[in-house]
């Protein structure tokens, strides 16, 4: 599974749309790119997931680039309960493998 | 409908002690998974299982057992708990190979 590279922490103001990056320049024809979160102290839950197009749910919009080799989770609209670490997964399975992810502090 | 259950939901053993982990699920998914959590670090696969019956190893499989009972139940055994093994444990299950969902979780606790 290739490898990705998301920053460590990111601030956000409430309201405003929260962009979380994640590079994953090794990733291959048929990886997947999954986004899992996970509030404080709860197991993970899914966000969204892509492998080419854009995607967009109630939750959140993916955007992929078009060499596949980064992406961005956008919250449109931030509230304090989207505080969490994020995780950006890239794989072809069912066999996700988490990294340290990147934690979001929405902030009032 | 209570999802993905797990028990307990803390528990404290001494060295060499052994006990199980009980995960349930009632969305009549085919897959379920054990990870752990180390503090301050993303979750390690342990065990996974594609299908009643069947078992396969995470990439963290040393010191722990497996089994799935049923459809619904998947348990995660440690015969002989080392501190090593002090983590938060997380049950999951999944009906596809997108989107897995999670327990609660057990924190265990191993002096």
């Known amino acids: 599974d290739a490898k990705t590279t ?3 922490s990111m601030d956000c103001a409430e309201g405003r749309a929260a962009n979380l990056p994640c590079n994953h320049s ?3 024809g048929n990886e997947y790119v999954y986004w899992y979160r996970q509030i404080h102290s709860q197991g993970p839950q899914y966000i969204i997931h892509g492998l080419k197009n854009n995607e967009t749910n109630e939750m959140a919009s993916l955007i992929i680039t078009e060499d596949r080799k980064s992406s961005t989770l956008i919250l449109p609209h931030a509230t304090l309960r989207d505080t969490a670490v994020y995780y950006c997964i890239v794989t072809r399975g069912n066999k996700l493998v988490f990294g340290a992810g990147t934690i979001l502090r929405v902030k009032s | 409908n209570a999802g993905v259950t797990q028990t307990p939901k803390f528990q404290v053993l001494k060295t060499g002690q052994s006990m199980t ?7 009549n998914h085919n ?3 054990w990870y752990r959590q180390d503090p301050g670090m993303g979750l390690r696969l ?3 299982s594609a299908s009643e019956g069947t078992t396969d190893k995470g990439e963290v ?3 722990y057992n497996v089994s799935r009972l049923n459809k619904r139940e998947f348990s995660l055994r440690l015969e002989s708990a080392a501190p090593s093994q002090t ?3 997380f049950c999951a299950s999944s009906v596809n190979r997108w989107e897995q969902f999670f327990g609660p979780g057990t924190r265990l606790t191993v002096l």
Not at chain 2, 21 to 27: E, V
């Open chain 1, 6 to 8: 998301q920053p460590t």
């Open chain 1, 26 to 28: 090794t990733i291959s």
């Open chain 2, 21 to 27: 982990l009980q995960c349930a699920q009632d969305m």
């Open chain 2, 31 to 33: 897959s379920m998974y």
């Open chain 2, 46 to 48: 342990i065990y996974y």
């Open chain 2, 61 to 63: 499989p040393n010191g």
């Open chain 2, 87 to 89: 983590s938060v444990y």
